[in-house]
Nanobody, 123 residues
């Protein structure tokens, strides 16, 4: 079973950038498609971005397309989320997710979750 630990969250002003990291352990990282989800206060968790096993295929939610970039380093067992031009509506707890067969775009197909990292964007 893979364990996922997120880091890199924080409090920033609108327009700033952050890079989230998710380190995986206890599993073969390259066997998993990875994704980032987020849960804003009072809202359901939503898909943000996903990447396949090798990193040559990515998908994004429309709300972050052009601002966020997901990438992975299989040698370091880590997936990243580069977030640029942050907006107050990006404020949420960001979760790392892993799935063996497909890029997970729904809670229901995720095999493993991290505990999350808080991102707060002030206006």
């Amino acid at each position: 079973q893979v364990q996922l630990v997120e880091s890199g969250g924080g409090l920033v002003q609108a327009g700033a950038s952050l890079r989230l990291s998710c380190a995986a352990s206890r599993g073969t990282f390259s066997n998993y498609c990875m994704a980032w989800f987020r849960r804003a206060p009072g809202k359901e968790r939503e898909f943000v971005a996903g990447i396949n096993w090798s990193g040559d295929s990515t998908i994004y939610a429309e709300s972050v397309k052009g601002r966020f970039t997901i990438s992975r380093d299989n040698a370091k067992n880590t997936v990243y989320l580069q977030m640029n031009s942050l907006k107050p509506e990006d404020t949420a707890v960001y979760y790392c997710a892993a799935q063996t067969d497909v890029i997970p775009r729904s809670d229901y197909v995720v095999d493993y979750w991290g505990r999350g990292t808080q991102v707060t964007v002030s206006s």
